[in-house]
Nanobody, 119 residues
Framework: QVQLVESGGGLVQPGGFLRLSCAAS????????MGWYRQAPGKQRVLVAV???????NYADAVKGRFTISRDNAKNMVYLQMNSLKVEDTAVYYC?????????????WGQGTQVTVSS
């Protein structure tokens, strides 16, 4: 069974930084597009950043210039470097792996890691 395990969340002051990690197992990691999503209390889960199997990246407007997504295919890892954190970045952050073929979509989620930005 595919597993995605996030780590690196925690409590940080505004302006601070965190690096989230997601370890993938039982998956052909390199062929999946990997993403980070977040869900704040009372809100829907939204896309934060995505990195394709080919290495292209895309970011939500709210995090552009502050967050960086990267992947290490040799280690089956995806990362989210979060700088200049704001109170509104507070959320549970989820790792996602997705791959589409002609006949189905493979979509997996981690359990989430809490990020709290507060003074």
């Amino acid at each position: 069974q595919v597993q995605l395990v996030e780590s690196g969340g925690g409590l940080v002051q505004p302006g601070g930084f965190l690096r989230l990690s997601c370890a993938a197992s039982r998956i052909t990691f390199s062929i999946y597009d990997m993403g980070w999503y977040r869900q704040a209390p009372g809100k829907q889960r939204v896309l934060v950043a995505v990195i394709t199997s080919g290495g292209s990246t895309n970011y939500a407007d709210a995090v552009k210039g502050r967050f960086t997504i990267s992947r290490d295919n040799a280690k089956n890892m995806v990362y989210l470097q979060m700088n200049s954190l704001k109170v509104e970045d507070t959320a549970v952050y989820y790792c996602n792996a997705v791959r589409s073929t002609n006949w189905r979509e493979y979509n997996y989620w981690g359990q989430g890691t809490q990020v709290t930005v507060s003074s």
